[in-house]
């Protein structure tokens, strides 16, 4: 563990707390207007919702990037927040948040004690801790064919797949497996699925198997799984072939830590105005934590207000800046591979 001790205080302008997409392009634009930064997450790696639920999908509507993988997406964004040599701290979650009078200096706690003061906080921490909903199983099948995450769907060329879940992850899953897997089935039980209407088309036309008001009732193997017994409404019961059964069931919130924090929350979300600042003197939120009248929660959304929190960051420390930053065609950034230090993760 790298992590610095509680007494070891560790002051830069900014604490980024979440390293999701929107996390990530504030903590470069923030070295880009010249600001020292401290990024923290809970999980092990940076990326947030793309690295923890969907690497391997494409993602479209990213400006720029026609079609870029969820894992190349979140290794360019480490690659632009790199430049400027943030700290990343991984592995920890942000536990308090302390601050005084307007204009006086904030500091969060880490889950090991660890204070990190700074002159703002900037909240990208998305929907929370990612947990993801589970099958009802048991655990003990994790990993010996029950899974909650595609990271590599080569890995399952030649398996009967089993998808269990209705929504958007669910079809995306199987569209993408379906060439590589010998058979595809998706389970949902409800009579009508919420993904989209196209991916469900295309899924009936490419001879995904799609099972509605039908539910998982236990799966069975040696060692590893090799079938599911399903059944359906009328309770009648089926048992598939399945080398690997995916539970696409969707994600559990932690509950919400702001309020404790002395940050209003609404519905979970924290309100911020035109320059993304919550209630809270030096406390910022961006990405899909933030709300205003009208958001989208996207990653496109995320970077413009990642830009905007940061340039108004830029002046809250050093009145006499501007808010306009200037253009980055101007800058001369520092190599990547020199810059890329200071990640520690516990
Ligand atoms: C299956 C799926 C497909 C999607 N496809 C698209 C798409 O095609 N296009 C698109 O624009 N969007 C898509 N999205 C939505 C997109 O992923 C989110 O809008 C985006 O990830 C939000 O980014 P963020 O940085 O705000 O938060 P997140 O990605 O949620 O990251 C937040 C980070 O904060 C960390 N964190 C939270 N609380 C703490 C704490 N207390 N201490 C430390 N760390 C903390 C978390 O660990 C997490 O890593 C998709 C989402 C899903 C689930």
Not at 9 to 19: E, P
Not at 224 to 250: F, H, Q
Request: charged letters at 20%; one cysteine or more.
């Amino acid at each position: 563990m790298n992590v610095r001790p509680a007494t070891e205080r560790a002051t830069s302008d900014l604490t980024i707390v979440g390293a999701g997409p929107a996390g990530l392009f504030a903590a470069y634009y923030a070295g880009f207007r010249g600001l020292s930064v401290t990024l923290v997450d809970a999980q092990s790696h940076v990326g947030g919702q793309i690295s923890a639920l969907y690497p391997a999908k494409n993602i479209h509507d990213v400006a720029g990037f026609p079609n870029v993988s969820g894992a190349e997406l979140v290794r360019r964004l480490l690659d632009q927040a790199s430049v400027y040599g943030p700290q990343i701290v991984l592995g920890r979650q942000v536990v308090d948040l302390a601050h005084d009078e307007p204009g006086s200096d904030l500091a969060v706690t880490l889950d090991d004690g660890t204070t990190i003061p700074s002159h703002a906080v900037i909240l990208a921490t998305g929907v929370g801790g990612i947990r993801v909903r589970t099958l009802p199983v048991g655990d003990e099948w994790r990993g010996r064919g029950v899974a909650y995450l595609v990271p590599d769907p080569e890995a399952h060329r030649d398996e009967d797949v089993v998808i269990v879940g209705g929504g958007d992850s669910a079809l995306d899953w199987a569209l993408q497996l379906q060439p590589i897997a010998r058979a595809v089935t998706v389970i949902h039980r409800r009579r009508t699925f919420r993904a989209h209407a196209a991916s469900l088309s295309r899924a009936a036309d490419v001879g995904i198997e799609l099972l509605t008001e039908c539910e998982v009732g236990a799966v069975r193997g040696d060692k590893r799984v090799t079938s599911v017994l399903i059944r359906n409404a009328s309770g009648s019961r089926r048992e598939i072939p399945a080398d690997t059964v995916v539970g696409a069931l969707g994600m559990i919130s932690a509950p919400s830590p702001f309020a404790a924090w002395g940050i209003e929350v609404q519905d979970r979300h924290l309100p911020v105005d035109s320059t993304m600042s919550t209630n809270v003197s030096g406390v910022f939120a961006i990405g899909d934590v933030s709300t205003y009248r009208g958001k989208i929660a996207l990653i496109a959304t995320g970077f413009g207000e990642a830009a905007t929190a940061v340039n108004n960051v830029a002046v809250r420390i050093s009145p006499c800046e501007p808010l306009a930053p200037g253009h980055s065609t101007d800058e001369a950034v520092a190599p990547l591979e020199s810059a890329r230090r200071g990640v520690v993760t516990a």
